[in-house]
């Protein structure tokens, strides 16, 4: 159902690759919501995924960027100003990626080029973006700006190797920041901390489906989809959250306050009954 919340806004999507992408749903929500949208992401997934085939949908202009360039950020900025004839109200940072995953490496084993790579993808890029925008006042007062985080920013989570310290240091950047844009022009810049979600750069963590049963046990309300997230997006989006700034803001069904559920237990003790036999071999 839509409510209208957007009409008359203008905003950037970063981050849709194909139609299981959390930005794809963001994207389509937003028009529905009557946006008038720019999607970009860089010119390499622009050709290796469908985002050609959503703007054609969606009926909107496409702007190829890499996020970790500013050149990058200042040609997309100028461009979608030219286009929207004025100021953008709000804009969705989707990016991640992480070679240290990619290749294989463990935490205790990173390749630091790879690292820094990681970091200027997945979170610096959340910097160059503000710090850019608000150079070319690109953004209107009262504008929103959220990015995409996971809970393994606080938590530590097997698997999710260096795309944790990635993490912190995206929501850390949105409280950073969010102070700054806020004071000089009440633009609010939040981070939006989401379940285990199956898309191509989710399905890159070691284990990842295990996870997902997991913590769609250990949720009362079960794993947030990428579609539930989108609705949130859309939320804080509108002129619905303008007092809400400098927050990592979760969308988990309620996963970060529980410290086990009935459903996790269950499955926690079959496995200890049939482990029983044998337990003098438990080590961890
Ligand atoms: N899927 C999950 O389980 C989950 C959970 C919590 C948070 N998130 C976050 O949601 C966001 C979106 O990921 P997704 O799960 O929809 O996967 P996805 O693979 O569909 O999206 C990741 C996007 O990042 C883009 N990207 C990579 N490098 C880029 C660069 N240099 N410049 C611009 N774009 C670049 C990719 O092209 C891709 O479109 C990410 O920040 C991810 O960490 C995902």
């Not at 981070?191 to 049963?213: E, R």
Request: proline share 1%; net charge neutral; charged share 25%.
């Amino acid at each position: 159902m839509a409510y209208n919340l957007l009409k008359g806004k203008k905003g950037i999507i970063f981050g849709a690759l194909n139609d299981l992408s959390i930005a794809w749903k963001v994207a389509e929500r937003a028009v529905e919501e009557g946006a008038e949208i720019i999607l970009s992401n860089t010119a390499m997934s622009i050709r290796m995924g469908d985002l050609n085939a959503l703007a054609e949908k969606l009926n909107c202009k496409v702007i190829a960027c890499d996020a970790s360039s500013v050149e990058d950020l200042e040609n997309l900025f100028k461009e979608s100003m030219e286009h929207f004839g004025g100021q953008i109200d709000f804009i969705l940072h989707s990016i991640g990626m992480s070679v240290n995953v990619r290749k294989k490496r463990p935490y205790d084993d990173l390749n630091y080029e790879y690292m820094k790579k990681t970091l200027d993808v997945s979170a610096i890029s959340f910097h160059k973006l503000l710090q850019t925008a608000r150079k070319l006042d690109a953004i209107r007062d009262w504008g929103s700006v959220v990015a995409l985080s996971y809970i393994a920013a606080q938590r530590t989570f097997y698997g999710y190797n260096e795309m944790a310290d990635a993490k912190s240091m995206l929501e850390s950047i949105a409280r950073s920041f969010g102070y700054i844009y806020g004071r000089d022009k009440k633009i609010r810049i939040n981070t939006i901390s989401q379940s285990p979600t199956i898309t191509t750069a989710g399905q890159g963590i070691k284990g990842f489906m295990d996870l997902l049963d997991f913590s769609e046990r250990m949720s009362p309300l079960g794993n947030a989809t990428a579609e539930d997230c989108a609705n949130y997006c859309i939320v804080m989006f509108s002129d619905l959250t303008k007092k809400v700034t400098m927050q990592n803001l979760f969308n988990d069904g309620g996963f970060s306050n529980v410290g086990m559920s009935w459903r996790a237990m269950n499955v926690y003790s079959t496995s200890l009954d049939d482990m029983k036999h044998n337990m003098d071999k438990i080590v961890d």
